[in-house]
């Protein structure tokens, strides 16, 4: 059975850098028919997509956060990362890691329990 | 690509059948998946390509559509069906979500 697990940090200050990792069990990362993803939910809000990565390196980027954002694959350790930077109150967010099941056209099937971020000072 | 959602929010009950509809911008095909979300869980999958039913998730969920007109529909609420729900477009990245329907209990 595929697990997902993220760990990071629960708080961080604004103007700062958050980098949180998902750690894969139960299957490999470098598997060919799978992308690896991060999404959030803001409190109160709806569900926004980050980013995803291929085991390549391959990457795509949500434009709103790109600027920002930094998705990096470790497949010598079956994990895969993000890094946000310039944080504000606006990225205070429970963080999921997924995967993307390509085999069934991409819909994420497996997700980590999530990892609430706060920016605070 | 930008999904919307309707209704936002939705009061029922018990064994009653309901559909939410999720309209995209522009043509997806049937790229389009269905997540149920309750607090402090992590979304869990329902239907992907628009109709075909994730694996141990109940039949009483189905889901139709292409092109840019979607819906879910639950032939008779269950008390664990009280959620919210998200559409997701998956035809070209960025992926982007609906913004959500809440079920509630009537």
């Known amino acids: 059975q595929l697990q997902l697990q993220e760990s990071g940090p629960g708080l961080v200050k604004p103007s700062e850098t958050l980098s949180l990792t998902c750690t894969v069990s139960g299957g490999s990362i470098s598997s060919r028919t799978d992308y690896w993803g991060w999404i959030r939910h803001p409190p109160g809000k709806g569900l926004e997509w980050i980013a995803s990565?291929?085991?390549?390196?391959?990457?795509y980027y949500n434009p709103s956060l790109k600027s920002r954002v930094t998705i990096s694959i470790d497949t010598s350790n079956n994990q895969f990362s993000l890094t946000v930077t310039s944080l504000t109150a606006a990225d205070t967010a429970v963080y999921y890691c997924a995967r993307e099941n390509y085999d069934n056209s991409g819909p994420l099937d497996y997700w980590g329990q999530g990892t609430l971020v706060t920016v605070s000072s | 690509i930008q999904l919307t959602q309707s209704p936002s929010f939705l009061s029922a009950s018990v064994g009653d059948r309901v559909t939410i509809t999720c309209r995209a911008s522009q043509g997806i095909y049937t790229y389009l998946a269905w997540y149920q979300k309750k607090p402090g869980k992590a979304p869990n999958l329902l239907i992907y390509?628009?109709?075909t039913l994730q694996s141990g998730v109940p039949s009483r969920f189905s889901g139709s559509g292409s092109g840019t007109e979607f819906t879910l529909t639950i032939s008779s609420l269950q008390p664990e069906d009280f959620a919210t729900y998200y559409c997701q477009q998956l035809n070209s990245y960025p992926y982007s979500f609906g913004q959500g329907t809440k079920l509630e209990i009537k």
């Open positions: 990565i291929y085991y390549t390196g391959s990457a």
């Open positions: 390509s628009a109709s």
